[in-house]
């Protein structure tokens, strides 16, 4: 199993702002931009056109909560297998998780032991406009879980081959 490394999403208090602030200055595009659940907003940014995005943000942050500025930081894995072997060491600690497709990722969530948000995911051989997220169901085969997510997210915006919308997201960089 070998975790690369993929993206950040933070709690944010100032959208506005923080927009600004990644996009003028460091030079990231927004990639998807949506509501989420809990009345709360999400901005994709990228600057690599193999990563949807690297860095997320979630707003508005109450002043109250969460008690920390990281939603979740994620890692890649190859291989269904790698993510299966993930899942296992994952309930062999008594883990609670997550599984969510986005339909451009298989994913897990769960927390490490001081309560970070962790996802680890494969990528599915699609893109689909984001943010969106369903359960699924880990006791699936892989061929069944392609099935599963082929038929759960076509019907979805943008939806198609992964190769297509990185090559799209390729030139929208090169023309920056
Ligand atoms: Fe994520």
Not at 8 to 24: G, P
Not at 95 to 103: D, V
């Amino acid at each position: 199993m070998a975790l690369s490394w993929s993206h950040s999403v933070l709690f944010v208090k100032n959208m506005c702002e923080m927009r600004e602030f990644y996009t003028r200055v460091l030079g990231f595009q927004v990639t998807d931009e949506g509501s989420i659940p809990g009345n709360k907003n999400i901005v994709f940014l990228s600057q690599q056109p193999n990563e949807h995005h690297q860095l997320g943000l979630i707003g508005p942050r109450e002043n109250e909560g969460p008690p920390t500025t990281l939603a979740h930081f994620a890692f890649r894995v190859e291989s269904m297998a790698e993510l299966r072997d993930v899942i296992g060491r994952v309930e062999n600690e008594g883990l609670n998780y997550r599984p969510t497709s986005h339909g451009n990722t298989w994913s897990i969530y769960f927390q490490d032991p001081e309560g970070n948000g962790i996802e680890i995911f494969h990528n599915t051989p699609w893109h689909v406009q984001q943010p969106q997220g369903k359960v699924w169901d880990t006791s699936l085969s892989d061929q069944e879980l392609f099935a599963w997510t082929e038929r759960t997210f076509q019907n979805e915006p943008l939806f198609g081959p992964r190769e297509n919308y990185e090559e799209d997201r390729r030139k929208k960089l090169s023309s920056n």
